[in-house]
């Protein structure tokens, strides 16, 4: 089992950046594929990011293409999302969590349902 737990959430006006952090501890904790949600108030929570375990792929919504970048530093157990040119709409609670292995990463990055290990997720607040 793998715990998760996210930062570096906060308040921001459109067009300005912030940085998340999912600092994962637990066994063999930088094998796996992660990945990052999204929350809306009163929504459902949706795919945002997601890194393999080597970082040699990575994949983004298209709501987040071009603005955020996802990665991961294996020797501090952290993966990292990287927000710039923020919108009102990012307004949301964001979490990350573990890719179950069991499932083809590559195919399925995109479904919540895929992951465990969840974090309590950090809030990002962006106002126009």
């Known amino acids: 089992q793998v715990q998760v737990a996210e930062s570096g959430g906060g308040s921001v006006q459109a067009g300005g950046s912030l940085r998340l952090s999912c600092a994962a501890s637990?066994?063999?904790?930088?094998?796996?594929?992660m990945g990052w949600f999204r929350q809306a108030p009163g929504k459902g929570r949706t795919f945002v990011a997601a890194?393999?375990?080597?970082?040699?792929?990575?994949y983004y919504a298209d709501s987040v293409k071009g603005r955020f970048t996802i990665s991961r530093d294996n020797a501090k157990n952290t993966v990292y999302l990287q927000m710039n040119s923020l919108k009102p709409e990012d307004t949301a609670v964001y979490s990350c969590?573990?890719?179950?292995?069991?499932?083809?990463?590559?195919?399925?990055?995109?479904?919540?349902?895929?992951?465990?290990?969840w974090g309590q997720g950090t809030q990002v607040t962006v106002s126009s």
């Open positions: 637990g066994r063999s904790a930088s094998s796996y594929d």
């Open positions: 890194i393999s375990r080597s970082a040699g792929s990575t």
């Open positions: 969590a573990v890719f179950q292995s069991l499932y083809t990463f590559s195919t399925q990055y995109a479904s919540p349902y895929r992951y465990r290990d």
